[in-house]
């Protein structure tokens, strides 16, 4: 016990002397890539950010691992979707990480669904309707008017919570907004023979795409948010697409491919797989890089 | 086609007379009324026509309005239904096919040990409430629902504006000793708890007290937490004899591999533990404790998924070491008319080391199903009963183990049916092959859950 006690103390008081290095930069993590990539835009190289998630997983479903706790204990700034897409595991990181400033409503917890519109926002909210999410469709980042606009609202947020750097942010989300709205121009010329498109998606989160470019959603895969087609259903879609064809299937990178695959081998619409966010195929390694590899696959498989 | 020929020079005929019948003036006239009358309608069309366009402008407008005000980001809900608290109720029944009633031989029981009848029966009902206070503090309750009583597992706040790594607890919690400590049983893998706690924790153990925790700002996860309160069930109510501490770390091993390791400490005053053990003439004496137990946990958990996404698999290991030490008084007590050796009632010394293990995977290998595996272990170890005692109370000798195989299903992240099949090795002289089926249902908002 007593040894127990002592190395416990002894313990205790090296974190204590290792936990005294100044801090350089802004300690920001992102709950999902998209965000990590939004904050080097505009924080550059003020801020150190890392995202508690890889393009690899679903955001939805996410466990509040140790190593996540740690992170969000010397967490300055948490950046993540809100809409309850983080609803599952976020709360317990804010809990355990032992960390006031990253707390709800504290200026050190960004959300960014709360600076735009939300989509698909359900009339009821009930559990039998599968995964819904009660604020609406949390998938947001895929609307790159969107980005512009969280863009805008995490300057102002990481001048709030960095104040010596706020003409630094700033100056830099001023020069992203420029680059940014060009961009969009030259995405938006590249999408334009997508528009009015009939497309089967699998889950809700390419929704924003699809009402950005103009392609019209018209089926998923799933009967229901988060609950995986079984053959018996992805029958019915196929009875459907056959009545209304769709010209593709899309798909999110870390979804299983398996339910487009089949629907696209039977009604011969191609299944596309597109990266959902930063990291997810080689050329999307920022969110310019993103747009551009979604904006070449889509019209290239609408050939 | 003669007929046809006929009836048309009638019908001409009919229609050419009256025009030869009326004079000029008056077919004129006609004429102007028809012209007056064909302007009037035009003009009346034209009016309505203009006012179902502005209806249906108006509808528009509305509908866009309703649209916008609808999908706002709307940061003020009302406020009525976002202030109260999360609620979640949770719903476990099972139907359970046993020889045995859960008696575990050579250790003496600490603490109530969960229901194990059998047959169809219905668990513990959980309510659970939690919320923000308000910027300092978040409560949590849990109550347990079965027939007649309400049993209140957990009711304490916390503190969330510490910062620096500090959390403390208060009130009545599951103490941070072990991995399984802290979870209920809609959480657990397999439907019943790993026989080391149920044999020396009482399957949990319940602090009244207050628990301080502190996360190092380090980037491997270190946590400290120390404990001081009374034990729930069996502890000293009038003394502050229970005190834990443990030290967590943990990790990510690339993106598909995370774990966490622990240690803990748990030393705690029994006052009238009540208990039960088989006396040398094979009655069942009742037992009552009174002394001191120690309690050394190792645990470790090591979590597998492809790419870090569980979604479709991953695999769960966990496995956890308790060593008890007790010592103190005994007391034994049984019915003369079993022919109980403690007949009249027996006090003496009591001393104790015991040990047990549990290691078990789970392993999700579709969406919707998991199949799981979990081996448990005791070690009766060195009991010593005081002189008073012989030819009472003796230690068996005797190794408890216990295999368990669960399949289950889970239509979604709020229903999981499942099956358990065990060899049950705890009860000396009884191998006892049981067969559970069991249900778990969440209603409600069901907070996320711990690694």
Redesign the interface.
Known sequence: ?KI??LS?LA??SI?LL??QPARAALSVLACEPEWAALVEEIGGDRVRVSSA??A???PH???????L???A??ADLLVCTGAELE??????L????????I???KPGYFEA???????D?PQIVD?SM?DVHA??NPHIHLDPRNIARVADALAARLAQVDVANAGHYAERNRDFQQRWLAAMARWEARGAPLKGAPVATHHKNLNYLASWLGLKAVITLEPKP???PSVAYLGEVLARVKDRPVKMILHAN?E?PRASRWLSERSGAPAVELPYTVGASAAARDLFGLYDDLLARLPGALK | MFKRTLMASAIATLFASPAHAVPDAEWAAMKDEIRQMKSAYEARIAELESRVKAAETKAAVAEDKAMESASRPSPAASASNTLNPDISLILQGRYHNAEGDGHITGFLPAGHAHGSEKGFSIDHTELVLGASIDPYFRGHANFAIADGEVETEEAWVQTTALGHGFTVKGGRFLSGIGYTNELHPHAWDFANQNLAYAAMLGERYGQDGVQVKWVAPTPVFLEFGAEAGQGKDWGDKNNLGSYALFAHVGDDLGDSHSWRAGLSYLRARADGREGHWDDDNDAEAESLFNGRSRYWIADFVWKWAPDGNPRYRNFKFQAEYLRRSESGELECEDNAADGGACAGGIAGDYRARQSGWYAQGVYRFHPEWRIGYRYDRLNIGSVNFGPEFSGVLSRPSFTPSRHSLMLDYNPSEFSRLRLQLAQDKAEQGLSDNQLTLQYIYSLGAHGAHKF
């Open positions: 016990m127990f006690a416990w313990g205790l974190m290792a936990a998630t890889t690899k997983q679903d479903r996410i466990e509040a691992r140790p190593s706790i740690a992170r204990r010397s609803v599952g595991w976020l709360p317990l804010q809990r355990e990480s032992g960390n006031a400033r707390q709800p409503g669904a709360r600076h735009v519109t939300l989509i926002k559990r599968g604020a609406g988060g609950v995986d870390y299983s």
